[in-house]
């Protein structure tokens, strides 16, 4: 410690007392496995969102007003633009720094929800969201549908042809909803697609409601994670159970956090410089009426987008009362059900598997059957209807007709994943049943394998016998 | 329930693996952090002179990512890797005693390896403030000049050339450059004197009794709109400030230090007003740079 910093701290100290917290801070122990990073990529991944959105934010005019571009781009000077899309020539064009900012801003999105849904699949095969962390992990899961959300807004606000396209096929999944599609509709939109008031209101979800909304939920779901204790695997004659075995705050975990951030923003960066990034000045702006082929949005839409693409043309009316359509079924409540099942799943595992008593201790997916059959399936689903968004691509690079292409997604996307996740089902539990296991409904039944391996004779600490049973003195 | 005596203190290590002293690593340390540093700067320079986002942008990843090695290889390199157990259900605060594990560097002080890491992670924090000057244009002389030039005419706010005549006794009308209607710092009073004009008043630029000075407060760039009959005095509202438009539009009370520059004032062949150039002296209040 510096002197400065000392006298700083001790300062501060007298008057907060912060050393005792600070010193238990310090102490505070982490499991480790690069796995457990994936979380902490999509935090400053989003770090580098807010800081380089403020900059964006000080450019960008959420309006489509037409407007002509003065800048010094040569194919749009002296054209007529929408005022968004002419914002974001000047700050990609004529400010110093604004292409790469706005680079760094769309890579870091995309980072942002990678880490987040490999961190949730991460959770979902190791078992992190047992009891008592299933509050988490639907704060998890609430935090992933606002990711996909401020990344839809975001996608939006250039007002490029792919953004205006995926806006108006938003207002469509809006309009699809039975019997209050067009009221729900036209209070999102103002009135009919286009509207003047689309972009602003984006703009206001996207620069102030979701990065408020996220920044809380993300700030609940860290604090949730000290409280609880994090999770790890098992380790030989650790008593994982009772006992976090890792490495202190200080300096390792300080030292580990503090590289990841500076590697995920040097890679930003890099990325930034060799890749254009939804350069705006290919797509052009949107005009109604007008798409090209390969309009695709962002990838982690493509399963609803692939969903729509493939599901079979469905339209009909009930009663004459309301109107049930492809796009409300593919587009609503196909994703509906697939977070309802995610978010129902720790739930559905502890009552289907007996599970008793709480869990701080992953295990291999393979242990649990069930749970490697759900994620399977339901992955496996969400990567196929991921991949019918890519039909037209497919169809034009490989020479296959469209209707073909679409046929293969749509029996593939209903055969495969059961296939698959039975499949993994009798898999695992032959697995276990040669290893002469069950599926452990305890946490203790499920660490003896670890516990009583043999070598593990040392008896330094209790953490490492910790199956012995503990005398309770009164 | 006296739990705690039975328990592991609050943690315990269970592995311990103390670094191997390495001049070597001392010298990644140094290298990185400096390097980490001149990257820095150079996104900093590059972007304030306006390179190519290529080179900006590189030397950004490359000062993020140099930084990351100097940290890395700074804790591996003075701090045991300590592996430690503690029990989920920690006891409560207070009576536990102290923690075992404060983790202390192993190797000496190496000040200088702080000193330099400390040194690179500001200079990353400061060369990251370099996009702020893209925030707006470069000033230039913007402040020092008006739409005031030789030949401009005096105009109404809806556009109409001005004559001395148009002027009534004790009046005051506010006028603005044609062509230059709305550009606040250009806006002008124009007065016709009661008392003959005094020094330091120029009088070369009074056309007829009528003078006309900025209508921009050199106090704080309020419209100085209101005219004292009771003793021939502009008013700011804002501050209060007064000025003594016979006498060159002196401040006479209030918070403005400097006088309502006057603008030289002639008539052109038609007899309209017009300027005779923009005006000499500062308009508005002050600006940073004398
Ligand atoms: S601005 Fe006129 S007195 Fe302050």
Known sequence: MTPLFAWLFDTLDERLGLRSPSRKAANKVFPHNWSFLLGEIALFALVVLVLTGVFLTMFYRPSIEAVTYNGSFELYRGTTQPAAFESILRLSHDIPGGLLFRRIHRVAAHLFVAAGVLHMLRILLTGAFRRPREVNYLVGIGLITFAFAAGFTGYSLPYDSLAGTGIR???????????????IAFWVFGGDFPTGDVIPRFFVFHVMVLPAIIIGTLTIHLLLVVRQRHTQFPARGVDGHRFVLGKPLWPAQFAE?????LWVGGVLALASILVPWSDITLIGPYVPGEVGNNAQPDWYMFWVEGALRIFPAVEFSVFNLMTISGPFIAGI????????????????ERRVCRLEGEWHVLTNPLEIPLRAAFVVGTFGFVLIISAAATNDILSRLTGVPIEAATWFFRITAVVVPPLAAAAVYVYSTR??????????????DAMRPYLFSAGSSDDESMARSGSEPEPEPE | MNRGENRPRPLEIIERRDPPTSSINDSIVTLTAIGAGAFALLFAVSLLAGG????????????LMLLAVAVRRFFTGRYPDVTAVEPRDEPATGGAGVSVADVEPVSPRRSFLTRALIAATGLLG????????????????????????????????????????DVATGGLASIWPEKGIGHERSSVLLIRLQQPPGSPTRIEWVVDDLVAYSKVCTHAGCPVALYR?????????????????????QPTFGPAARSLPQLPL?????????????????????????
């Open chain 1, 169 to 183: 096929i938003a207002y469509s999944e809006l309009l699809s909803f039975p019997v209050v599609g067009d009221s």
């Open chain 2, 52 to 63: 190519p986002v290529q080179l900006y942008g590189g030397a950004l990843a490359a000062a």
């Open chain 1, 431 to 444: 697995r276990l049943r040669r290893r002469g296991r069950t599926v452990a409904t305890n946490e203790q």
């Open chain 1, 257 to 261: 956090s503090a590289t990841l951030m």
């Open chain 2, 126 to 165: 400061l060369s990251l403030l370099a996009p702020v000057a893209s925030l707006g244009p470069s000033p230039g002389d913007t402040l020092r000049r008006t739409k005031w030039a030789r030949g401009v005419r005096l105009v109404t706010g809806e556009g109409d050339p001005v004559r001395p005549a």
């Open chain 1, 333 to 348: 409540l196909l994703p509906g059900l697939v977070f309802t099942g995610l978010a129902l799943y720790p739930f559905i």
């Open chain 2, 229 to 249: 009959e009771r003793d021939n005095a502009l008013f700011c509202p804002c501050h209060q400030s007064t000025f003594d438009p016979a006498r060159g539009a």
């Open chain 2, 266 to 290: 002639g008539l052109d062949g038609e007899g309209y007003l017009v300027a005779l150039g923009d005006f000499e002296a500062q308009v508005g209040p002050a600006l940073p740079r004398g």
